[in-house]
Nanobody
């Protein structure tokens, strides 16, 4: 059983930055594509970003491209989401998720396609 624990959320003014971390345990971290999702009140889970098992390939939603960067440290079993130029519309609970990558290049923008999810961390951006 893989366990994911997010940290780093908080309250920040518009234009500010936050760095989220997601520490994993209980599995072979380098076997998983890692994704980030967010959920605002009353809305579905929205794909934010993903990083391949090696860290060499990243994927971003159009709404965050150029502002957010995801990376991973396989030695520390941790994935990161650096969020810059934050906007009030980025306010949400942010989740990390893991899915086994059998092909070496798999990722998905669909929440239910992932195998494991963290408990989430709140990010609030004030205007």
């Amino acid at each position: 059983q893989v366990r994911l624990v997010e940290s780093g959320g908080g309250l920040v003014q518009a234009g500010g930055s936050l760095r989220l971390s997601c520490a994993t345990s209980g599995g072979t971290f380098s076997s998983y594509t890692m994704g980030w999702f967010r959920q605002a009140p009353g809305k579905d889970h929205e794909f934010v970003a993903a990083v391949s098992w090696s860290g060499s390939t990243t994927y971003y939603a159009e709404s965050v491209k150029g502002r957010f960067t995801t990376s991973r440290d396989n030695a520390k079993n941790t994935v990161y989401l650096q969020m810059n130029s934050l906007k009030p519309e980025d306010t949400a609970v942010y989740y990390c998720a893991a899915v086994l990558d059998y092909s070496g290049s798999y990722y998905s923008v669909v929440w239910d396609d992932y195998d494991y999810w963290g408990q989430g961390t709140q990010v609030t951006v004030s205007s």
